[in-house]
Nanobody
């Protein structure tokens, strides 16, 4: 059974850090582009950070608001992808989803778009001021 399971979401104060984990099962994550997306209360889902290429191929992409604070890393041996989030701000609050798309992934306005791949169920991140 194909699954993506996110974990690591929590409630933290502004300036804190969290590390989100996306664990894949039922397929090889190394054969997919991967990304983290979030949905803030009352807003649509937006791409946050993604790895559009295979391991070692291409640079990560981040939206401007998280540049220098978030990093995305894949571990193909563990079939997982991680999102390290530092210096968190209240505007980072939302449900964070992991998405995986077969290569090549579409890039729209500089961010990955998952059109036909897999999604996780999401993990809640709440940042208080």
């Amino acid at each position: 059974q194909v699954r993506l399971v996110e974990s690591g979401g929590d409630s933290v104060q502004s300036g804190g850090s969290l590390r989100l984990t996306c664990q894949a099962s039922g397929f090889r994550l190394g054969y997919y582009a991967v990304g983290w997306f979030r949905q803030a209360p009352g807003k649509g889902r937006e791409g946050v950070s993604c790895l559009p290429g295979r391991d070692g191929d291409g640079s990560p992409r981040h939206i401007a608001s998280v540049q220098g604070r978030f990093s995305i890393v894949r571990d193909n041996a563990r079939n997982a992808v991680y999102l390290q989030m530092d210096n968190l701000k209240p505007e980072d609050t939302g449900v964070y989803y992991c998405g995986a798309e077969p290569f090549p992934i579409s890039i729209v306005n500089g961010m990955c778009v998952v059109r036909s791949g897999y999604w996780g169920q999401g993990t809640q991140v709440t940042v208080s001021s």
